[in-house]
């Protein structure tokens, strides 16, 4: 939440002393005591793992507004399905909003490549997919359909769906009849 300007290139992780440092600045300058549980925007956000993408900055979020939900490439799997099933029917959230990115590291891999790879180096394939994708667009209407396919989902009628550009900064929405975009 503070501005700042990290320079560019690698940076070494935060020691102890440093998140300790940092939680005492977020506890005196931004911190405004608790809030409900409830997310109070009703919102759950399903997004990237991808660093570059600042969630609750970028939509103009504050804590306590929403559940943000992220994997590698923000895809819709079963687990993604099993804590937006406990946000709709225990927390009361209602809209679901989608965030797909340009330069997707799912966009650089091989399913098949990284399977077999991991499979030669330990013996055992995942029983999971990576998701990897070609083309974020197509991978959100993937997404906004596997939501509605699913019959544990209260509220289906407030699905958003965007890819952010990671160059630009913007976000443009995704729809499901919007297939020749690309
Ligand atoms: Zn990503």
Known sequence: MTPHTPPPGD????T?????????????????GMR???PARHMAIVACMDSRMPVYQLLGLDYGDAHIIRN????????VIRSLVLSQRAMGTRSIVLLHHTDCGLTKISEDTLRHDLEQATGLAPKFTFEAFRDPYASVRQSIRRLHLSPFLLCKDEILGYVYDVESG???????????RS
């Open 11 to 14: 940076r070494v992780p935060l």
């Open 16 to 32: 102890c002393e440093d998140i300790a440092r940092h939680n005492e600045r977020w506890i005196e300058s931004q911190f405004q």
């Open 36 to 38: 409900p549980l409830r």
């Open 72 to 79: 590698a490439g923000g895809v819709v799997t079963d687990d």
């Open 170 to 180: 913007r976000l443009n929405q995704v729809r499901l009849d919007d297939e020749t």
